[in-house]
């Protein structure tokens, strides 16, 4: 049996021995996730004059790509900092974006008033997707029933397929991605799986799930290629190449924008704020905070004594909690006994559910030639 690891906190971030096991250090102290921010950063990340010309030859080539479209790009707005910022940008720039709202039925108040006034203040044309409720529900119930640690990967999932298949039917060929280097490169393994592996969601509907899936928008890896490789979507993370501080760009979009912040990453979802703030904490012992901050640390914006005190807040306000807790159970049509034996069932891997055997187990002489086309056709 393997010694537990003594606790240790990197001497840089707040990152630790509590939110990954598998976290290793050098002789300073310093963790791999600092190591990891640092590449990172070397390699995807343009700052000043670099940046500005980079987003500048990047604007150009959408504008060209689009010249005879409506739209000449796409994105999600979900009303977070990272998608209201991507909007100003892009009109910043003089884009054309469509923007793309994923209803997934769990939109706060607060998310719907700042996802009107960015399209309002910016001018655009906004499409939403309502995802059919029933369905997700299912989908969400049967996932917290599996106990796997990553819920949000249906959603994810979801958006993603979304808007490759809006891009490609509009014969748009850029998707302005909010994914970036300076916030959100920080994340254990061990609190995610990946996001486009919808055999994984179908082998967990399965296993629990009781709605059929008619309408879920799944996309796989063939499909991914096909508006790649076909139709030539492509997807670009703009804040990479932008001047992207948290705080001063929170301020910004306040000012511009009428945005009011939600007080968590992603708390513009109701789900997410009782996921990341209750369910995560509570079951897996996960508090994404520490992750999140020290993404901050890396990049200059706030100090190691700055992030523990705010670690030193509670995850969730008392009476938000509460009032999100009887809201979820209401909304999935749980007593509170069933959802605390779900919260007390132990988490489960993701590679414990195997939809159907995969092609490589199926038809072991098919993995050469799969090998070959990943090569040639890499999923990216």
């Known amino acids: 049996m393997s010694q537990e690891k003594k606790y240790q906190q990197c001497s840089i971030s707040v990152m630790d021995?509590?939110?990954?096991?598998?976290?290793?250090?050098d002789e300073k102290g310093i963790s791999n996730y600092y190591y990891e921010y640092k590449k990172a950063e070397a390699e995807k990340v343009f700052k000043g004059e670099a940046g500005k010309e980079k987003l500048e030859a990047l604007a150009a080539e959408i504008k060209e790509a689009g010249k005879n479209q409506p739209y000449d790009c796409i994105m999600g707005l979900?009303?977070?900092?990272?998608?209201t910022y991507v909007a100003y940008l892009a009109k910043q720039l003089g884009l054309r974006p469509l923007a793309v709202h994923f209803d997934n039925g769990w939109n706060s108040e607060l998310s719907v008033m700042n996802i009107e006034n960015i399209v309002s203040k910016l001018g655009l044309d906004l499409f939403t997707y309502v995802i059919?409720?029933?369905?997700?529900?299912?989908?969400?119930?049967s996932y917290l029933k599996a106990s796997v640690v990553d819920i949000e990967a249906i959603t994810?999932?979801?958006?993603?397929?979304?808007?490759?298949?809006?891009?490609?039917?509009?014969?748009?060929?850029?998707?302005?991605?909010?994914t970036n280097v300076q916030t959100e490169n920080t994340l254990p393994k061990s609190w995610i799986f990946p996001k486009t592996d919808h055999i994984n969601i179908q082998s967990i509907h399965k296993a629990y799930g009781t709605v059929p899936l008619k309408t879920f928008p799944f996309?796989?890896?063939?499909?991914?290629?096909?508006?790649q490789k076909i139709k030539g979507v492509r997807s670009v993370s703009v804040l990479d190449y932008a001047e992207?501080?948290?705080?001063?760009?929170?301020?910004?979009?306040?000012?511009?924008?009428?945005?009011?912040?939600?007080?968590?990453?992603?708390?513009?979802?109701?789900?997410?704020?009782?996921?990341?703030?209750?369910?995560?904490?509570?079951?897996?012992?996960i508090d994404k905070r520490k992750a999140h901050l020290s993404d901050l640390i890396f990049g200059g914006q706030i100090t190691k004594e700055e992030a523990l005190a705010e670690?030193?807040?509670?995850?969730?306000?008392?009476?938000?909690?509460?009032?999100?807790?009887d809201f979820v159970l209401k909304k999935f049509d749980l007593t509170e006994e069933k959802f605390e034996a779900i919260m007390q069932t132990?988490?489960?891997?993701?590679?414990?559910?195997?939809y159907e055997k995969p092609i490589d187990l199926r038809y072991p002489i098919l993995k050469p030639v799969k090998y070959i086309y990943r090569k040639l056709f890499p999923v990216k």
């Open 346 to 354: 132990a988490p489960r891997s993701h590679y414990d559910f195997d």
């Open 17 to 25: 021995t509590i939110a990954d096991s598998d976290i290793v250090f």
């Open 78 to 83: 979900s009303g977070g900092v990272d998608s």
């Open 311 to 325: 670690l030193q807040k509670p995850v969730y306000d008392a009476v938000q909690q509460k009032m999100d807790y």
């Open 132 to 141: 059919n409720w029933e369905e997700f529900r299912d989908l969400q119930l």
């Open 156 to 178: 994810d999932h979801a958006i993603f397929a979304t808007l490759y298949r809006l891009a490609g039917e509009k014969n748009i060929k850029y998707i302005l991605s909010g």
């Open 219 to 227: 996309m796989n890896a063939k499909v991914k290629r096909y508006y």
């Open 244 to 285: 992207y501080n948290k705080q001063a760009v929170k301020d910004l979009i306040q000012k511009e924008l009428g945005w009011r912040d939600y007080g968590g990453k992603h708390y513009e979802s109701i789900w997410t704020r009782f996921y990341q703030g209750y369910i995560l904490p509570t079951k897996f012992k």
